[in-house]
């Protein structure tokens, strides 16, 4: 194919040296073609569709005259613009509810004087099972609300021993929901009263049983606890 490509073009290299002699025979600027003629002859036609790129390199040869090619003489696709997306990504920053400052709710449940042997921190064994019933009013809980159980004396004895007495029959109150209710437990948060604050004036014994009691209140959890709630006992409360 090559060499009849080759011949192609001598041929035509020929008739045109022909053409021009026949013609300008008489012209004594063009009795013979010099070497310039047939070097830009033989150029010409060694580049038939003159993109700047030979034949024998050219992979497309029939390309528009003038036409902007490639090394291979082809005319260059078009590449695709490539746009680059940029999505917007929105951080959202976690809602935090704001504290609120509020009045105790009033109590879900009061364990009266009758929960606790006279003097005493621990629970009486008949009494068990009256506590372990109440505690099914704390089932409605919310999953961020807490729980407040708040010790309380009469006034008999010293304020100090009150104080503590107060402390640790809120902490033993504390215990005993912590294993009946373990997911209440990282909720639960106690506070001693002493004889502070009583429901009724300490002028009888039966007003003194009311105000030996311990308090549980379920408060929302955005409501501020009281500065001195706990979810542990101080260790100066300990002791009797």
Known sequence: MKVQKNAFKLGLIAAGV????????????MKSLNSNDVEAMVQFYDDMDQDGVNDAQDHCPNTAMGASVDANGCTPVAQPEMNTVIEEVTIYEPVVAEKIEA????????MSSTFFDLDKATLRADQ???????????NSMKPTDNLLIMGHTCDLGPDAYNMRLSWRRANTVQKFITAEMPNLADRIYIVGRGEKEPMVANTSEANRK????????????????????TKMMPSSMAKR
Not at 18 to 29: K, P, T
Not at 130 to 137: D, F, G, I, T, V
């Open 18 to 29: 022909a053409f021009a002699s026949a013609s300008y025979a008489d012209s004594n600027a």
């Open 210 to 229: 009311q105000n030996r009691r311990v308090e549980l209140r379920v408060l929302p959890g955005n409501q501020i606890l009281p500065s001195d709630a």
């Open 103 to 110: 009045p105790l709710p009033e109590p879900v449940f009061t």
């Open 128 to 138: 068990i099972g009256e506590l372990r019933a109440n505690l099914s009013k704390l």
